[in-house]
């Protein structure tokens, strides 16, 4: 224990608010384009990582020697000129992309719909562990699902097996195309409300260009989009629904997917897709004894580039909060081990391209690791979305899954903080950035951020940062460098992901999972961890 102690001096907070405001007024300035991969900004982007990694002292992690991972990748670009109508009782209503509807288009070329059956699917939920299938003896061929938001617990005022208020995976979007594509639909179409999404509709309007990994292969699911009020009132107004019985009756048990007859779905429009290779950057401290036993921080280096300008005319999107800080935090982390003795297990740090994009960089690494997942003790995921001074909590995003957590709540205890659960599990953040795909792998994953409950002005205020910021500027160009931030609720989140890095690689010890589905999945590899 002495010599633990001895190794761990040093762990105390040593990462400064003006290290982290520093970098992050670079990676937000315009000179990196808004950090698009593929675009402009990459470059600019990679380039600044590797000079602060190779500045410190890290040695490169990549291939054959590299700092870097390549990850083949294809861009879609909808081009001008897309349509998106309903037809209604013999009634056309076209819908105004972008201010009434969002339309995504997944195969390159002419996409053209027409007349296409819509047909309500509930949740659009395929879940065997609570027995709940809306598509279940359905036949979808060449039909568009509508569907709702979030998962049947949500506002339903009790437990119905999905978790309660904390969003289950089946209710992320994705999970919801995945199922209607496997059950024969051409199209999703989903019921947008800003809490059961967890953000505004203005942040899936617009449409950003979106990537999916190489090769281009051809989606039996042509469409997707979401439907603002302003579309979805009317339809069921006309329809003689109500959206609150449509959701009491997708929560009963047995609900199948029912035809919404006289309503017809037509689409158009053209996508270009362009080949390209992004890249993750990845440095590291070899360990002294045990350099195979690797602890791995990760954060997100892009942002969404160059896209359709806002009302001021810009086009950027920073992404100055959104992972500038995150991106920020990663480095004054790894400056702070090179600075610190070195310890038993080797310590990476990588920067992970595309997580805007469907967590592509991260998803490609644990399929692709450099070093083996079996033997990787834990990752530490920095990708905080806020901007807050000084806090007095932490809070844990996605709690009750691995022993991790009750390291961090004993770390942060040592800074003076708190650690307490997310204020809005129903947004599902666990499966929604970097650390999920090595959660999915079976490694023990860690995320958190700052929390908002303020040393001045306590919760009132830290929400009042964080709600403003969630309905302005997440993923808009207004995601800017502000100067008038003190980022110190960064530090402190940075201060504590390392201290209990330290902790991890320093010990011996290998974290666990509370949830027995990921902890079956680590024990297939328990041998490799002796």
Known sequence: MLLLSLLL??????????????????????????????????????????????????????????????????????????????TVAGRPMPLAIGREASLG??????????????VFAGFGIVDPATGHDDFAGVDMTGKVALVLANDPDFEAGKDLGFEGKRLVIGGRVGSKFAAARKAGAIGVLVIHEDAAASYPFSQVAQPLPSAVP????????????????SAWAPLLKTLKLDLATLKARARVPGFRAMPLDAVKVSASGEVKAMPFTSRNIIARLPGTTRPDEVVLYGAHWDANGRNAPD????????????????????????????????????????????????????????????TP?????????????????TSTTIELIGG????????????????????VPEPSPEAGWYFRSDHYPFASAGVPALAFRIGRDLAAGGAAAGNRIVERYNAR???????????????????????VAFALGRELAAGRSWPDWTDPALQTKRDMSKARRQ
């Open 214 to 229: 190489a090769p281009l292969t051809t989606s039996s699911l042509q469409m997707t989009g979401w439907l603002d009020r």
């Open 373 to 389: 997942l079996e033997t990787t003790v834990a990752v530490i995921n920095l990708d905080p979305h806020v901007a807050l001074p």
């Open 473 to 495: 500027c997440y993923h808009q160009p207004c995601d800017a460098f502000d100067a008038a931030w003190t980022a110190q609720g960064a530090a402190q989140e940075a201060n």
């Open 9 to 86: 001096a040093g762990a105390a907070p040593t990462i400064s608010p003006a290290e982290i405001k520093a970098d992050v007024r670079e990676l937000a300035s315009d000179a990196f384009a808004g950090r698009g991969p593929g675009e402009d900004g990459e470059a600019a982007t990679l380039a600044y990582l590797e000079r602060q990694f190779a500045s410190a002292g890290l040695q490169p992690a990549g291939k054959n020697g590299s700092w870097y991972q390549d990850v083949p990748l294809v861009r879609l670009d909808r081009l001008p000129g897309a349509a998106l109508s309903l």
């Open 105 to 118: 288009l997944a195969n390159a070329g002419r996409t053209q719909i027409t007349d296409a059956p819509l």
């Open 400 to 419: 009750g899954r691995t022993t991790l957590e009750d390291e961090l709540t004993r770390v942060a205890a040592q800074q003076g903080l708190r650690v």
């Open 311 to 370: 009302a001021t005319g810009d086009a950027i999107r920073n992404g100055a909060v959104d992972n500038g800080i995150g991106t920020a935090e990663l480095l004054a982390v790894a400056r702070a081990f090179a600075k610190a003795p070195r310890l038993g297990r080797t310590v990476m740090f990588a920067a992970w391209t595309a997580e805007e994009k469907g967590l592509l960089g991260a998803s490609f690494y644990a399929a692709h690791p450099f």
